[in-house]
């Protein structure tokens, strides 16, 4: 039998948790969906990562709801994908903020990656048709570093290299050591890396082991509300991608075809890493991907709807 696209089959709605990791951060968590991360300040909210769509959005509004009636001043996106953009405009925020980096790629591949997403995860862009036209613009960038200040409370928004993306943004809370970290880390959830920098990737996970966060919320899974699950969702993260980029780099340098190297590396990995959310979703894009990068391609090509379905056909049938 030849394998849904992506995740095409997942139907079945997730349950929802609202955890507290301080006075003031929270995580919405779906198992294994993306999360939302949210911080409140003592004038404001700021949420990282919107969910797909405005009306998935008024989920996490009504859990914000039973903490606070602060407005939500400040969306943060810590990447371009379109799954934790697009819900943006349900929030009203004052801005939407972003890394330059994350900007660039939005300018170039925002369109495509919209129509792909959608396509791939039919489940998560609940009332689509909700998105506003066009694509959800920041009305503040940086690059490298900056803090916003909830009333006394310190935001650090940080680029501390790529990874997921080039564009990857952590939001983090100085005092309390609580890491928002965005799609670079994941727990429980297979790490999607179609648009990922395989060499970097861990050098930048340590970097924010360095951090020695209190707890984080990961881009899936549970939150991590303690140094040891935290350290563990950070291992976890690091040995996939370690993993992946060993077996596709000698494939590659073995002189084997794409399809030869991806049939390789799913035997090797499915035994560890099979029972992860989304593993079949995201092996084909992410070989795809690892062995552009140890064969010739330095950065991402950019995904489209048509080249989605391409790959899946070459890989899957
Ligand atoms: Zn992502």
Redesign the pocket.
Known sequence: MTKAFASQADLADKKVSFTQLSPNAYAYTAEGD?NTGVIVGDDAVMVIDTQATPVMAQDVLKHIRSVTDLPVKYVVL????A??VLGASGYEPEHIICSRDTYDLIVERGEADKASEIGRFPRLFRAVESVPQGLTWPTITFSGQMSLWLGKLEVQLKQVGRG??KGDTIAWLPEQKILFS??LVEFDATP?AG?AYFQDWPHTLDNLAAMKPRALVP?RGAALTTPDAVAAGLKGTRDFITDVWASVKAGAAAGKELNAVYKDTVTKLRPKYGHWVIFDHCMPFDVTRCYDEATQFADPRIWTAERDQQMWQALES
Not at 78 to 81: A, D, G, L, R, V
């Open positions: 993306p810590s990447h371009y994908h799954v934790r997921h993306t965005g799609d999607y648009d881009g």
